[in-house]
């Protein structure tokens, strides 16, 4: 609702400022409130067909055709300068209504058509060698921009049209950690639709084009968390799929330090040695939803489905789930006699990157593990013993990574029954995620002031869990993944380096590989 209001009061704004400006075009004042006619009006006059208003009504595109109609029309009333042109981009109505209310301010030539004949007529004087009408055209006509100009504004749109696929429809993403081998590697660059599962409208808008969360180098935040805007999601071409990668914010990434090898939720500061040491020094850093850092994942869980892992096997409604083809676990591998050749292992697709590889600690999956095997009647691959893992929620000291659960997952609709007991696994979910104030006092549980017994879900939350079983941070340590964090699906592994490296060499097997894939 909140992001209909603003896309109204922006409409009633530019049209505003298109009543005052028509007259000055000839056109009659009222036909600014006529929705249709307004836009195709425009277009006349600054030497479009009418029917090219037609083009707005397509979603994203029309994004790029407004910004064209607003530059033309300023340029029509002669406003060359390069900030009226950027003006008329970010903001229509502020310079419309400046020309309009400027008495000096007179429609002078259809821009669009005058600057096409003026392109045209350089481009004969340029192909006939007619140096003097060359120059001529050049110091004659307002439409000539300076080679430096021209490249300004070619970089600038560059830049805003890269920007502007990377927060609505494509974005690039390397795998930095191994959590999903043997799927996807470390230094696997993927593609990222954000189109599959809905477009999520930008959230957090005064930030520095092609940056996420951070400035490199400098290490400091590349964004003003004001002005901001609701989250909205346009309607999706596919929902998710159980067992598809997925690609999301950290749920838990609002409140984070920056270690020296990787963001660390508040939580987990206070509750790890290691997280502790790396983060030493480090300032609390508060973050947006969409700032969040993101993580990649396989969706195993769905919206209501209850889970469970049992001795490593995870379960799903009660039903063995179906494993990832290259799901591995973490197992100590000996041998007295045979020679293992790390780089044979490398071939078969083993991390022989890890620092632990060379002391015996392999990560394998099945194919790799019976590989191994093969290679020696002597060789011995025992499974490294369970670890007792900080898991969620918080204080289940009786789970671990190999034995989880049971635990349900939310969906929208859904109303469980609330208890001091249970509260842990829920209490983000209706705090955090669905923004309520969540209390407890005298054993009684209270959101937005009032007691509750039961709670009833706003969205759908998915479960979710890297390849690399023994070597992944994800459901099974800080929670349910909600809707609304949900940024795209990877499509396809553009480029691979060898452990993220160019000096180990390009993985060109992986190039052009589906992201998907299991």
């Not at 973050?287 to 993580?295: F, I, N, S, V």
């Not at 340590?477 to 490296?501: Q, T």
């Amino acid at each position: 609702m909140s992001i209909l209001i603003f896309l109204i009061i922006s409409y009633i704004l530019l049209c505003l400022s298109l009543y005052w400006l028509f007259p000055k075009l000839g056109i009659e004042a009222i036909k600014a409130w006529i929705p249709g006619v307004n836009f195709a009006e425009w277009c006349a006059s600054i030497g479009h067909s009418r029917a090219h208003a037609l083009w707005l009504l397509f979603p994203i595109v029309n994004i790029f055709i407004l910004a064209g109609m607003s530059v033309d029309l300023v340029r029509s009333f002669g406003k060359m300068r390069f900030w009226h042109s950027a003006l008329a981009v970010i903001y229509p109505p502020a310079i419309f209504t400046m020309i309009a209310k400027d008495p000096n301010s007179q429609f002078i030539e259809p821009a669009y058509i005058k600057e096409k004949e003026f392109l045209n007529d350089l481009h004969l004087a340029q192909k006939a060698k007619d140096s003097g009408k060359y120059d001529r055209l050049q110091r004659q006509s307002r439409y000539y921009k300076s080679a430096s100009r021209e490249w300004v504004e070619s970089i600038i749109f560059a830049v805003f049209a890269a920007a502007f696929l990377r927060m609505f429809i494509l974005e690039a993403y390397v795998i930095p950690t191994p959590s999903m081998e043997g799927s996807l590697k470390v230094g696997d660059f993927l593609l990222v639709s954000k189109v599959h599962y809905g477009i999520r409208t930008p959230m957090t808008i005064a930030m520095i084009p092609l940056l996420h969360n951070t400035i490199p180098i400098i290490g400091t935040e590349s964004y003003l968390e004001k002005p901001s805007l609701p989250y909205y999601r346009l309607p999706k071409l596919t929902a998710i799929k159980r067992n598809d990668p997925f690609v999301f914010n950290w749920p838990v990434g609002d409140s984070v330090y920056l270690g020296k090898t990787r963001s660390w939720a508040a939580f987990q500061k206070d509750n790890s040695p290691f997280a502790d040491e790396d983060t030493r020094g480090a300032e609390l850093r508060i973050r947006p939803l969409d700032k969040k850092d993101h993580y990649i994942k396989r969706c195993v869980g769905m919206p209501g489905d209850s889970l469970q892992v049992i001795n490593r096997q995870l379960y799903i409604n009660g039903n063995p789930a179906e494993n990832p083809k290259h799901m591995q676990y973490l197992y100590i591998v000996k041998s007295t006699t045979t020679n293992i050749n790390l780089k044979k292992l490398g071939e078969w697709g083993v991390n022989i990157y890890d620092p632990n590889a060379k002391s015996g600690l392999l990560y394998l999956d099945q194919d790799q593990y019976d590989k191994i095997k093969a290679m020696g009647s002597d060789i011995e691959i025992m499974p490294y013993p369970t670890q007792d893992n900080s898991v969620f929620p918080n204080g289940r000291k009786d789970w671990n990574f190999d034995n989880y659960g049971p635990i349900w997952i939310p969906k929208e609709g859904a109303t469980v029954n609330l208890t001091l007991e249970n509260l842990n696994l829920f209490d983000r979910v209706i705090s955090v995620y669905e923004n309520n104030k969540l209390e407890v006092k005298n054993n009684q549980i209270y959101i937005n002031g009032n007691p509750a017994q039961t709670y009833t879900f706003q969205q759908n939350y998915y479960w979710a869990m890297g390849d690399n079983r023994h070597n992944s941070e994800d459901s099974r340590a800080w929670g349910y993944v909600p809707e609304d964090h949900i940024v795209g699906k990877p499509l396809l592994i553009w480029f691979s380096l060898k452990n993220a490296s160019l000096k180990e060499g390009i993985n060109w097997k992986r190039i052009f590989r589906s992201a998907s894939a299991q």
